[in-house]
């Protein structure tokens, strides 16, 4: 065991007056996760990211200059406004819930959004950035907003047919579509009729884009790149090229990136159609992940990548720049427990203490302290704690035994095999159960150490003791089990399907004192998905009672039971909690809340970037958010915009006055 005892490196109050803009701290990280677009705006000289985990980062040459939250769905299809500091994106759970938003990133305010029917084919604004257009696989496939309202506009409204790609010219008077179909289409906006006849080209090309006077696309079919001329239609060149996932022409050369996965190798791949003959000019392998999205532009090529890291590839001096730190420190489990907080990570459990986290009246942290305990495993894990002196931790990643911790000494005891990854571990006091990722279920005896019952299925999700004999199981449904609810017998073996309204169930929790159990899942109401929590009574809990729903599938939503209140982040970036008169918010917060654990006076969540927060339990007040980083060091941010650090904690932060970096030390640091 080390103890890591950090001490706090300063605070910081912001005395600035009303009229002055505060400075902004940013944690110079990437996003958590799949960066899933990239988009550039040259006037600024700046290139954003938009990640799965739902935020918006703006970069200029690898700094981080923006860092925002914009939804707790993942986020797609980013383009970027040609002057103003807004972008446009899609947030999706990529199931039936697609919503078109419009997003100031300096206001940090959503400007308006809209939900639409399906994934869009094509998305983008106009170069005047007076128009903002969007696709759809529809006969009236092609929607023009005004881009400053959202409002629609009745040009092309006509019915197109499919439009899979298309752009609006420079002087925005003239809009070019490509059709699936092999036609492309040009469209007076002035007048709102078509300039000519269809023109004959290639069909079902991919990827389609153009350069930046309209005369050239370029498209991808059969493991080939195809050049072709958007007057006459005629395919100019083909280049073989298999495994191309993601196309990005350069806004004023004759040039296109690539990135390419034909195999177990990754690459960009730059190529030229300058002589209107499409020919390979340079090739870069980015090292250690796989890109997944890329901007070309005049600075050079902007990759993002799989693991959430960002880059820039610069071909004429073949140098590759990574941005930003190593992100925080991957946490995969969280615990409030007796007036601290310990987190799983990769090979380690991390006790994080403070005194103002201890007794009845919690409050911000004035520094941590924080003890990191090496695990019997180096991957991710999960941590249960039983007392002051135990806890149970297993291995969420592999085949793995569970182990029995001990807080005094530091020692580890294997209690049970697991034949898969571990996906969790309840108590009930003297008996545990575990839930693998395959299905298996066991119960151990804890106190006379030996395996009680064993039993799996495919589709179970989670896992409750109902009482001494039964256990209830919520499942994905199937044909031996037709209900996403199983309720049983521990000592017969004996299983009975309970009636339910849910597609499938993800999570449960069981009130021992009310005899009621809450499930979190998915229900069809109408024709469209909601995800529900609800209430379940009745002796064989056949009497359902909803408390809230989202609508659409928020598969990242987590709820837990304490005494006669639920807590919950179901569809939302704030906890809610309930009471007589229904669900209210705790104070909001810049992050996702992705697991939550309630000790007796504070709340904790550990959010989808891997930054923790910290509630009071009395007020709902936010107290601050910790980030624990590579090397042990870590951040603290405090609800009245000070921080504390560990000795080198700073190094992973920016202050920004605007877009100015400023000296840590202008502002007292």
């Excluded at 199931?95 to 938003?101: F, G």
């Amino acid at each position: 065991m080390r103890r890591l005892i950090g001490f706090i490196l300063l605070l910081v109050p912001f005395f600035i007056a009303a009229n002055t803009p505060q400075p902004r701290i940013v944690i110079q990280t990437g996003h958590s996760g799949e960066v899933r677009s990239i988009s550039r705006q040259e006037t600024a000289g700046i290139t954003v990211s938009a990640g799965r985990d739902g935020s918006l980062r703006v970069w200029r040459n690898g700094v981080l200059l923006y860092n925002r939250q914009v939804s707790h769905l993942p986020l797609s299809d980013l383009i970027i406004h040609p002057e103003m500091p807004v972008a446009a994106f899609i947030s999706t759970d990529s199931i039936n819930t697609y919503r078109l938003s419009v997003y100031n990133w300096i206001e940090d305010r959503e400007l308006y959004s809209i939900r639409i029917k399906d994934a869009p084919l094509s998305l983008g604004f106009s170069p005047k950035g007076s128009y903002l257009f969007y696709s759809r696989a529809d006969r009236n496939s092609l929607t023009i907003l005004d881009a400053r309202t959202g409002s629609p506009l009745d040009i092309a409204a006509e019915g197109l047919g499919i439009v899979s790609a298309a752009f609006i010219s420079n002087t925005e008077s003239t809009m070019v579509c490509y059709l699936p179909s092999g036609n492309i289409i040009y469209w007076d906006i002035e007048i709102n009729s078509r300039k000519a006849a269809p023109i004959g080209t290639m069909s079902n090309l991919e990827m389609v884009g153009f350069n930046n006077t309209g005369r050239y696309g370029v498209g991808y079919r059969n493991s080939s790149l195809h050049l072709f001329d958007l007057v006459t239609g005629r395919t100019l060149s083909t280049l073989p090229m298999d495994g191309v996932s993601k196309i990005s022409v350069h806004p004023g050369m004759s040039r296109v990136a690539v990135i390419r996965n034909p195999g177990r190798y990754q690459e960009i791949v730059e190529i030229d159609f300058s002589d209107r003959t499409l020919r390979e000019v340079f090739r870069f392998s980015p090292p250690s992940n796989r890109p997944v999205s890329l901007s070309y532009h005049q600075g050079g090529i902007d990759v993002g990548m799989e693991n959430g890291n960002l880059g820039r590839i610069i071909p004429h001096l073949n140098r590759y720049t990574l941005w930003g730190k190593s992100g925080p420190v991957r946490i995969s489990d969280i615990d409030a427990w007796n007036g601290s907080l310990s987190v799983s990570s990769p090979g380690s459990l991390i006790l994080i203490d403070s005194p103002q986290l201890r007794g009845a009246f919690v409050s911000a942290p004035d520094s941590i302290e924080t003890t990191v305990v090496s695990l019997p495993f180096d991957q991710s894990g999960g941590f249960l704690p039983l007392d002051v002196r135990r806890g149970v931790v297993w291995n969420a990643q592999s085949p793995d035994k569970a182990y029995l911790f001990s807080v005094s000494d530091g020692s580890f005891e294997a209690l049970f095999s697991v034949s898969s990854a571990c996906k969790e571990i309840y108590t009930d006091g003297d008996r545990l159960l575990s839930l693998d990722q395959n299905g298996s279920i066991l119960q151990y005896d804890l106190q006379n150490r030996e395996v009680l019952y064993q039993y799996a299925a495919s589709g179970i999700r989670d896992v409750t003791f109902i009482d001494k004999e039964s256990i209830i199981v919520g499942r994905s449904p199937s044909a031996r089990f037709p209900s996403p609810l199983t309720r049983i017998n521990l000592r017969t073996g004996e299983t009975v399907s309970l009636e339910a309204d849910d597609l499938l169930v993800y999570s449960l929790h069981y009130d021992p004192l009310t005899n009621h159990l809450y499930t979190l899942g998915l229900q069809e109401r109408r024709g469209h998905i909601m995800t529900v929590i609800q209430q379940l009574q009745g002796a064989g809990f056949q009497h359902s009672l909803p408390l809230l729903s989202y609508p659409g599938e928020d598969h990242n939503a987590t709820f837990i039971l304490d005494g006669l209140r639920l807590f919950t982040s179901l569809g939302r970036s704030e906890i809610q909690v309930s009471g007589w008169d229904g669900f209210s918010a705790f104070s909001s917060i810049s992050h996702v809340p992705h697991k939550i654990s309630v000790d007796r006076n504070l709340v904790a969540s550990v959010n989808s970037d891997y930054s923790i927060s910290i509630w009071s339990k009395k007020t709902g007040q936010w107290l601050s958010d910790i980030y624990l980083f590579p090397g042990n060091e870590w951040l603290l941010a405090r609800n009245d915009g000070s921080l504390a650090a560990s000795s080198r904690g700073l190094e992973f932060v920016k202050v920004f006055n605007g877009e100015q970096e400023i000296s840590p030390r202008s502002i007292g640091f």
